[in-house]
């Protein structure tokens, strides 16, 4: 694993633009989003391969990065997530807002539905059977057959937070967001009661991504008033993970660690540019590739002993299969928004 993660790290940097003496205007550009989000799927990717393998002497080092940045991998979609869906309520408003259960939840529950049926089919291959109360919680997220539940059922939880909070405001974002704090923090010490840290620890990536998108114009013009302020910024994130690196098991130190990946993450994001076009791609497929990611995985498993050869395939079909999955996402998303019905417009001739 120490050599591929070495190669998706080279990677990350080809084709990037350094700002030593100005700022990157286009930080949080989709494409910016879209090839960061293409590196930490690869990352996520490392880290459940992983977990079906024999490490050995060439694995350490990764593992040891692993375990110290823990769920940090994923606080990349979250803050994007949050950061996204914040800018839009603050552009369109409520009829915005009101999409949030009517179009993007029902997407993102259908999409989710249909791999787990891939999973329950994945496992009858290999001779697993599931009771049927299981199999409807893995429907709810709430439990697994081997798929990457837990990411979902917050991402979903939080599309539901999101419209309670802004449903009723009106135009008062601070008022909004005021409420999405109270509620975020009442889901994180409500799931801390069921279920283990990775379930929760991280959700408050997203409302840090909202209320990034309400301090950004600030924000980017202090950044762009000079590189000391960017040293500061850095030394500032650096400072408070370390402090917290060491006292992880505690919740608190845990939403002080993502704060700092956070700040480091933009702080990067300032100073490169990332424009690898397999990245780029990569980062359109970040659900499909994070949620199918292990069908491959545990269907090869027994078949290829050559860990890199293994890998290579496993990451070779789950691309293919993300690319397939979004065909059939196609129609019901279409379906949806009331769109896969509806006649297309005539052309100036046909009139």
Wanted: charged share 15%; hydrophobic share 50%.
């Amino acid at each position: 694993m120490d050599i591929i993660f070495t190669v998706f790290v080279a990677v990350f940097f080809i084709g990037a633009r350094f700002h030593f003496k100005d700022i990157n205007d286009e930080y949080m550009s989709r494409r910016q989003t879209q090839c960061i989000n293409g590196f930490f799927v690869l990352i996520v990717f490392i880290q459940h391969f992983k977990s079906y393998i024999k490490l050995g002497d060439y694995d350490m080092t990764y593992n040891y990065i692993a375990n110290w940045s823990g769920q940090l991998l994923v606080v990349p979609f979250l803050f994007f997530s949050g950061y996204g869906i914040m800018l839009s309520i603050s552009k369109k408003g409520k009829p915005y807002v009101n999409t949030i259960l009517t179009k993007r939840f029902p997407k993102i529950w259908i999409h989710f539905a249909l791999a787990i049926v891939l999973f329950i089919i994945t496992n009858l291959i290999l001779g697993k059977t599931y009771p049927p109360i299981r199999l409807m919680l893995t429907f709810l997220g709430w439990d697994g057959i081997g798929n990457s539940n837990w990411y979902i059922f917050d991402t979903l939880v939080l599309y539901i937070l999101t419209f309670f909070s802004f449903r009723f405001v009106g135009n008062n974002r601070r008022l909004g967001l005021f409420i999405m704090s109270l509620l975020t923090s009442a889901f994180v010490i409500t799931m801390s009661q069921f279920k283990p840290g990775y379930w929760y620890n991280t959700v408050i990536a997203y409302l840090m991504g909202m209320i990034f998108s309400t301090i950004e114009p600030s924000f980017k013009k202090v950044m762009s008033s000079g590189i000391l302020n960017h040293i500061i910024f850095t030394t500032f994130g650096i400072i408070i993970i370390s402090l917290a690196v060491n006292d992880k098991a505690r919740l608190t130190s845990y939403e002080v660690f993502v704060l700092a990946g956070i700040v480091l993450l933009l702080a990067l994001s300032l100073k490169v540019r990332f424009g690898n076009p397999i990245l780029e791609f990569l980062g359109k497929y970040v659900f499909e590739i994070y949620i199918l990611q292990r069908i491959p995985m545990m269907l090869l498993k027994s078949y290829i002993p050559q860990k890199y050869i293994y890998f290579a395939v496993c990451l070779v079909i789950t691309v293919i299969l993300a690319f397939l999955f979004r065909f059939i996402e196609k129609p019901v998303d279409k379906l949806i928004d009331g769109q896969l019905f509806k006649k297309a417009e005539p052309l100036p001739s046909e009139k």
